[in-house]
């Protein structure tokens, strides 16, 4: 037998393929890293509710809760099922050959429908809790507001 053996070297291609990869990972995790540290993509934003989150945020808890409680439960507003299958409907409206305009004005029509829907009912279940605040009560809430909208102007840098 032979006493002597030469160790194997690995082949250059797996060096080159592990340093791509490491490289590729590390660059992976400074995206993640500074993605977090600068807030995510809704930094300042918080969550988006059109116009209406100001109004809606700087109510007391449970107001805040009841305006939602009431979206939620009211049975004539688009559920998160027909807002998934509206959005089927468009990408089905938009695949389609040949491509019909009116098919996606449809459902642009039916979506802009239900948004008023929901934006009527949030105002209405708004308003009466607004409206049963005292004096004291509504300018508090007018402070907390003010506060809200506030801390979402931009900052300079």
């Given at each position: 037998?032979?006493?002597?053996?030469t160790?194997?070297?690995?082949?250059?291609?797996i060096?080159?393929?592990?340093?791509?990869?490491?490289?590729?990972n590390?660059?992976?995790?400074?995206?993640?890293?500074?993605?977090?540290?600068?807030?995510?993509?809704?930094?300042?934003?918080?969550?988006s509710?059109g116009?209406?989150?100001?109004?809606?945020?700087a109510?007391p808890?449970e107001?805040?809760?009841?305006?939602?409680?009431?979206?939620?439960n009211?049975?004539?507003?688009?559920d998160?099922?027909a807002?998934?299958?509206?959005y089927?409907?468009?990408?089905?409206?938009?695949?389609?050959?040949?491509?019909?305009?009116s098919?996606?004005?449809?459902?642009l029509?039916?979506?802009g429908e239900?948004?008023s829907?929901v934006?009527?009912v949030?105002?209405?279940?708004?308003?009466?809790?607004v409206s049963?605040?005292?004096?004291?009560?509504?300018?508090?809430?007018?402070?907390?507001m003010?506060e809200?909208l506030?801390?979402?102007k931009?900052?300079?840098?």
């Open positions: 037998m032979n006493a002597e053996t160790p194997r070297r690995c082949p250059l291609w060096k080159i393929a592990l340093a791509l990869s490491l490289a590729l590390l660059a992976i995790a400074g995206l993640v890293a500074g993605f977090v540290l600068r807030g995510g993509p809704l930094a300042g934003r918080g969550p509710m116009y209406a989150m100001p109004y809606v945020l109510l808890r107001d805040r809760r009841e305006v939602f409680r009431t979206l939620r009211d049975k004539d507003l688009p998160r099922r807002r998934r299958a509206a089927s409907e468009m990408i089905a409206a938009l695949q389609a050959t040949p491509f019909e305009v098919a996606v004005e449809a459902v029509a039916r979506q239900g948004a829907r934006q009527a949030a105002q209405a279940a708004w308003l009466e809790a049963g605040f005292s004096d004291e009560e509504r300018l508090a809430y007018t402070a907390r003010q809200a506030d801390r979402r931009p900052r300079k840098k």
